[in-house]
């Protein structure tokens, strides 16, 4: 089983992000983000006979990693209806949700799906390959402004309406269909030292919008808001600015947007308080594991 795991997918920060959820040993848990089972199985390994853990994850590669386990739940699903899940199994509260964001090793490392400019691939970039608008699909029907808005907001490209401009340009001449006729397009944007670093945000602009990332996680964190008891811990790994200021706003301040509200008296409230300091991985593990060279881990305990 180990060896399936480290196949599909080596976790970010293992011991941290599931030290930071206190585990308690009859507590009941979700593992937002189970891929290839990894955070799942340490806390499983944890829990006593009495705790139950909920694994989420809406692509079916990931199904191929389940854990035989009666303490174990695997939610085909979208994180992001949470809420929805719990009702339906009937738990009103949580003792601890964790959440590994953005996109595994597997998908990366797959080249059918699109994610990565490595490989000549379909433009698809879908987490839940069963539904859904792909990357293509977007580069071909999005008017000019609407895909500037993507690769802005999203990519935070500062040649954001030239590149969209050159994408509805081409378009009209053959449609989008792979990674490799997308990068033909973008490449004379960036300039050769930093064309990589580039790319990677066309693509990363492209996955968030295929996948509704931003809108699933402010959905997630409510969720987690709703269903954590008191002294119940949030522990989430980001792997970009975009998603890590979400997390950070909603552990502040109790709100995506990071909006403090005061009470009469001018006296601040949030329903989290931080645990610790922001976690980066060593030197060491970003040697081992490049996914993790960009990934910060942020704990909060329910007040």
Do not use: C
Request: aromatic share 10%; net charge neutral.
């Amino acid at each position: 089983m180990e060896e399936v795991m480290n196949t599909y997918h080596t976790p970010v920060l293992l011991h941290e992000s599931v030290d930071g959820l206190n585990i308690k040993p009859d507590g009941i848990y979700i593992d937002a983000t189970f891929g290839g089972g990894g955070h799942s199985r340490e806390i499983l390994h944890r829990l006593g006979p009495d705790g139950h853990l909920f694994s989420f994850d809406q692509d079916a590669d990931a199904e191929k990693n389940i854990v035989n386990d009666d303490r174990f739940t695997f939610v085909r699903s979208n994180f992001r209806y949470i809420t929805n899940w719990m009702r339906y199994y009937e738990t009103d509260h949580i003792d601890g949700l964790l959440a590994d964001l953005g996109v595994s090793s597997h998908h990366f490392d797959d080249a059918s799906r699109g994610f990565s400019f490595r490989f000549d691939a379909p433009l698809d970039m879908r987490m839940n390959k069963r539904a859904g608008q792909t990357a293509a699909d977007i580069l071909n029907n999005y008017d000019e402004r609407r895909l500037a808005d993507v690769f802005f907001l999203y990519g935070e490209l500062k040649q954001s309406r030239r590149i969209a401009a050159a994408i509805v340009g081409r378009r009209k001449d053959k449609p989008f269909a792979t990674t490799a006729e997308l990068l033909a397009v973008t490449e004379p944007f960036f300039p050769r030292e930093r064309e990589k670093k580039e790319q990677t945000k066309v693509f990363q602009a492209l996955r968030i919008e295929v996948n509704h990332e931003m809108d699933a996680l402010r959905d997630l964190l409510r969720g987690a808001t709703t269903l954590l008891k008191s002294g119940g811990r949030l522990s989430v790994l980001t792997y970009h600015s975009l998603e890590d200021r979400i997390v950070k706003n909603v552990m502040r301040a109790g709100n995506a947007e990071g909006r403090v509200e005061q009470d009469f008296f001018g006296r601040t409230s949030s329903p989290f308080a931080p645990v610790g300091k922001l976690i980066i991985p060593s030197a060491e593990e970003q040697e081992r594991n490049p996914r993790s060279r960009s990934a910060k881990l942020r704990i909060a305990e329910k007040n």
